[in-house]
């Protein structure tokens, strides 16, 4: 069986892990691991502070905190996402407004934003699919003009990029997910990367349960005490190690899937040109990180068979997400605005083909051959769809 992922593993990671243990310091957060992380962040990706987090989710949690939440708030979001995406804001008490897609990236269309927007509107949620960055000129233009704050989910998109910057520097929080299914993993983590300065010093507070621990261990007060909301953000040293490997290896991991998505790409554009599926699509000044490779079906039936048909050759495909607007809990907090014309039929087409870290380009191959095998028998066709050996 090809699996559908594999998570990263550079084998420096044990060494890491084990320096962490033998040093009979500290196996909790804020250790000197995590400091390793925070300055890779800062440096590699120009972002004025960054702090490693338990989960992407508990990332978008602070940052619901920092932009000060409340009920009876409204949140712009696309519906085309994982929950954890706008939950953080439910749990402030905020409604998610939900808008359309773009069909060529599946992010939120940002031409529909401006019609969302109400007086209670205090941000845009923003998720880079798939790695691909949003049209973040337009966005960033609308929330300025609009004073609303931008929150980028980048739980896809490290090491990806919008006319030169990385995606999560951008708004004025930036998410990213070192889950173990993302590109660099430490197992379960994430990270909440600020660009606006003024929200520094409370989501340290935020993040260390409310309390200003931070300055007492630099010795900036003579103790520590509860000084603001917040919850046990901070992932173990033992974590940080683990994903610290990985980010020194970061630059060889980014090359090594962006090889295996060109593969893809190469071998099936045939099948594209026939009109049998769709390809994805990469706006220009966007650089992606090769975090997933998908090809988009006739429809939900044709992606249904062919899921089965790669099943029965021992190859493990995925649909994505179900559009949160469809959900019990979405009908419930939030509304769709305008129309629903891309986001569900699209959704219904997404097939995810295996993309992990040292893929087999032989497999690749394998892959690609099943899938284009697939639609020779079920078009019954004799044209030449490229199978090789």
């Given amino acids: 069986m090809i699996p ?13 892990v084990l320096e962490v243990i033998n040093s009979n310091q500290r196996l909790s957060g ?41 009920p009876g708030d409204e949140v712009i979001a696309p519906s085309y996402t994982f929950v954890s995406s706008v939950n953080a ?29 109400t007086d209670k509107t205090k941000a845009i949620v923003l998720v880079h699919y798939a790695g691909v960055a949003c049209e973040m000129d337009s966005i960033m233009e609308i929330a300025n003009r ?3 704050y931008v929150i980028e989910d980048a739980a896809q998109g490290m090491m990806s990029t919008y006319k030169g910057k990385a995606l999560g520097t951008i708004g004025d ?21 600020i660009q606006n300065e003024n929200f520094i010093k409370r989501a340290e507070i935020i993040r260390e349960k409310g309390t200003n621990r931070g300055e007492f261990f ?24 683990y994903l610290f490997a990985q980010l020194e290896e970061a630059h060889i991991i980014n090359k090594d899937r962006l090889k295996s998505w060109h593969l893809y790409y190469d071998h099936l554009k045939d099948l594209a040109n026939m009109g049998y599926i769709e390809l994805p699509h990469t706006p220009a000044g966007c ?8 090809i988009k079906c006739l429809n939900i039936e044709d992606r249904s068979n062919l899921i089965e048909y790669m099943k029965q050759h021992n190859v493990l495909t995925m649909f994505h997400y179900v559009p949160l607007h469809s959900a019990d809990a979405g009908l419930k907090y939030g509304e769709f605005s305008g129309k629903d014309r891309y986001t569900t039929v699209e959704s219904e087409r997404l097939l995810r083909l295996p993309l992990f870290y040292k893929l087999d380009e032989a497999d690749i191959l394998f892959i690609t051959n099943l899938v284009k095998d697939y639609y020779l028998k079920k078009t019954n066709t004799s044209e030449i769809l490229n199978i090789q050996s």
Wanted: hydrophobic share 40%; aromatic share 12%; proline share 4%.
């Fill in 218 to 241: 630099r010795g900036q007060v003579d103790k520590y005490t509860w000084v603001d909301i917040g919850s046990s953000y901070l992932p173990s040293e033992l974590n940080a190690a």
């Fill in 146 to 148: 609009y004073n609303l």
């Fill in 173 to 193: 929080l930036g998410c990213f997910s070192f889950h173990e299914t993302k590109n660099y993993s430490m197992g379960e983590g994430g990270a909440l990367l």
């Fill in 89 to 117: 804001f439910v749990l402030r008490g905020a409604k998610i407004i939900f808008v359309d897609i773009r069909p060529d990236t599946m992010n939120i269309d940002e031409n529909l934003i401006e019609a969302a927007i």
């Fill in 4 to 16: 559908f992922n594999k998570p990263p593993v550079t084998q420096k990671e044990l060494n890491h």
């Fill in 30 to 70: 804020d250790g000197a691991y995590t400091k390793r992380c925070h300055e890779w962040f800062e440096t590699n990706l120009n972002t004025p502070k960054a702090f490693l987090t338990t989960s992407c989710t508990h990332a978008l949690e602070m940052a619901a905190i920092l932009i000060d939440i409340k």
């Fill in 287 to 294: 650089e992606h990180n090769g975090h997933m490779f998908f």
